[in-house]
């Protein structure tokens, strides 16, 4: 099968890495004690097939599948899960907060017993998240490096996993390909081995309109990432499939909002501002004008499908004369000017940026869109050197826990990057980590989110379904609502 990628991947180890390219791939590559249900909502058996939860909460036990082997043959061991999991549990790694609740791993036989510093509600699903992906000790030990990361860039240059699919090449900004691995342990509701597919080969196609000409001539079998505006049109192309898959998909902008950027003040830096930038935004506009109706408001950071979401009402609805007011009680009564970077090529990036860039205008602010690879874009957002971009969040775990440490929590990595900081989230935030009583969590998740959706660095856009076009004669492929593309049960009908 050929998949069409809007980006290429950037680097396929599932601990040191927080992008999207990557974790949509990981899943095909590498497995998990743990594997979420099709929903998003659940846990199912995936390297283990039980685990149990101590009533005191400390102590979870799991059982391994038997005859469990990665991709070049050798077999799975404790050891190698003890290794996974104490390196996802590093301090200072991206996702280390999902699993910071570890105090020791121990193993004897097809037995994995976890005893966790405190009671964690969100451990259990933790383990199907990429970053608890179970690696091969011997393997990445052995490569060339003296630290961790450095052995990672290393493995990461030809990975070796448990998932469906093995890697065979990578000509990177152009082509992935990945080949069945004859040792994946599951099979099909027909009760043959899977994945179905030889192999799947990711061709980058970073220009919407070509990456739908390539799927209507039959060059690829599925294209990602389908602008909105052509959704109708493809949904009449009796040749296709286009499909709508359920999401946990927000849409923002994301500021940055240090005193200073490259050595000059930044206006984003005071919070009225950016609440002037939310009110002169015009959601409900660019939900048609981008999205043709197909999104809807966010009433929070996060979406509406992530547990102990709270908001029943549209943040900042549009008021142009209290975005001006606003501008002016925060010393810009004739605004400013800044840049807002936007993925090339993508069509729905593009529109957001020119709505926003015509809305603002209105209150001053002069906004320069600047179109850049992925690449690009992700190290500038990294190195905290950009003003904003265009972004979009998926959840990669059915808690709050994770969009909230990328978002709000500010050791993580500096809420998204931006340098903001607010420690009464922070403290709730850590509360929430270890508090058990579902009631009590509830309470502290709802005012982080009161507080964040109140002067965080962010303008909240939309909430989407994930737009897939798929040839008629692809089968079985999936997109759960927590983003990763499944290929293990797809297969070509032709």
């Known amino acids: 099968m050929t998949y069409a990628r809007y980006a290429d991947s950037l680097f396929l180890d599932p601990v040191l890495n927080d992008a999207n390219v990557d974790i949509w791939i990981l899943s095909n590559l590498y497995d998990t004690l743990l594997?979420?249900?099709?929903?998003?909502?659940?846990?199912?058996?995936g390297l283990a097939t039980e685990w149990k939860?101590?009533?005191?909460?400390?102590?979870?036990?799991?059982?391994?599948?038997?005859?469990?082997?990665?991709?070049?043959?050798?077999?799975?061991?404790?050891?190698?899960?003890?290794?996974?999991?104490?390196?996802?549990?590093?301090?200072?790694t991206t996702w280390q907060f999902l699993v910071a609740s570890i105090a020791s791993i121990a193993t004897e036989g097809k037995t994995v017993t976890i005893t966790l510093a405190h009671p964690d509600p969100a451990f259990i699903s933790a383990l199907t998240v990429f970053n608890t992906a179970i690696m091969p000790k011997a393997l990445f030990e052995a490569e060339a490096g003296a630290t961790d990361a450095d052995k990672a860039k290393a493995f990461a240059e030809h990975p070796v996993g448990s998932g469906p699919f093995m890697f065979a090449s990578w000509e990177r900004g152009s082509t992935m390909k990945l080949v069945k691995n004859p040792y994946y342990w599951d099979k099909g509701e027909d009760g043959q081995p899977?994945?179905?597919?030889?192999?799947?080969?990711?061709?980058?196609?970073?220009?919407?309109?070509?990456?739908?000409?390539?799927?209507?001539?039959?060059?690829?079998?599925?294209?990602?990432?389908?602008?909105?505006?052509?959704?109708?049109?493809?949904?009449?192309?009796?040749?296709?499939?286009?499909?709508?898959?359920?999401s946990t998909r927000v849409q923002y902008i994301s500021m940055n909002v240090r005193p200073q950027v490259n050595g000059a003040d930044n206006p984003l830096s005071n919070p009225k501002v950016r609440q002037a930038l939310n009110y002169a935004t015009n959601?409900?506009?660019?939900?048609?004008?981008?999205?043709?109706?197909?999104?809807?408001?966010?009433?929070?950071?996060?979406?509406?499908?992530?547990?102990?979401?709270?908001?029943?009402?549209?943040?900042?609805?549009?008021?142009?004369?209290?975005?001006?007011?606003?501008?002016?009680?925060?010393?810009?009564?004739?605004?400013?000017s800044t840049s807002l970077l936007v993925l090339a090529g993508n069509q729905d990036e593009i529109g957001i940026g020119t709505a926003v860039q015509q809305m603002w205008a209105a209150i001053g602010v002069k906004l320069e869109l600047q179109q850049v690879d992925n690449a690009t874009r992700t190290q500038q957002y990294r190195d905290g050197t950009m003003n904003m971009r265009v972004a979009a969040w998926t959840d990669d775990?059915?808690?709050?826990?994770?969009?909230?440490?990328?978002?709000?929590y500010s050791p993580t990595i500096d809420a998204l990057h931006s340098g903001w900081k607010s420690e009464e989230a922070d403290?709730?935030?850590?509360?929430?980590?270890?508090?058990?009583?579902?009631?009590?969590?509830?309470?502290?998740?709802?005012?982080?989110?009161?507080?964040?959706?109140?002067?965080?660095?962010t303008v909240p856009l939309y909430e989407t379904p994930y737009p897939v076009a798929l040839s008629k004669t692809t089968m079985g492929f999936n997109q759960i609502p927590l983003g990763n593309n499944i290929f293990r049960a797809a297969w070509l009908d032709k």
């Open 427 to 457: 403290k709730l935030y850590v509360a929430s980590q270890s508090e058990i009583d579902p009631a009590k969590r509830a309470e502290e998740y709802a005012r982080i989110q009161e507080i964040f959706n109140a002067e965080g660095p």
């Open 194 to 246: 899977l994945p179905y597919l030889d192999g799947v080969t990711f061709e980058v196609i970073p220009d919407d309109a070509t990456r739908i000409l390539r799927l209507q001539s039959g060059e690829v079998d599925g294209a990602e990432l389908i602008p909105y505006a052509r959704v109708d049109e493809l949904k009449a192309d009796d040749k296709l499939n286009m499909e709508m898959y359920p």
């Open 397 to 408: 775990i059915a808690d709050p826990n994770e969009i909230t440490s990328y978002f709000a």
């Open 53 to 92: 939860v101590s009533e005191d909460g400390l102590t979870v036990t799991l059982t391994l599948r038997d005859g469990i082997k990665f991709s070049d043959g050798s077999p799975i061991t404790g050891e190698d899960v003890k290794f996974s999991l104490e390196r996802a549990a590093v301090p200072d």
């Open 35 to 45: 594997l979420p249900t099709d929903d998003g909502k659940g846990v199912q058996p």
């Open 283 to 336: 959601k409900e506009a660019i939900i048609q004008i981008v999205t043709h109706g197909v999104g809807t408001q966010l009433t929070s950071f996060m979406s509406s499908a992530t547990p102990m979401h709270t908001g029943t009402a549209p943040l900042y609805p549009y008021d142009l004369e209290k975005a001006k007011a606003l501008m002016a009680e925060a010393g810009f009564p004739n605004g400013f």
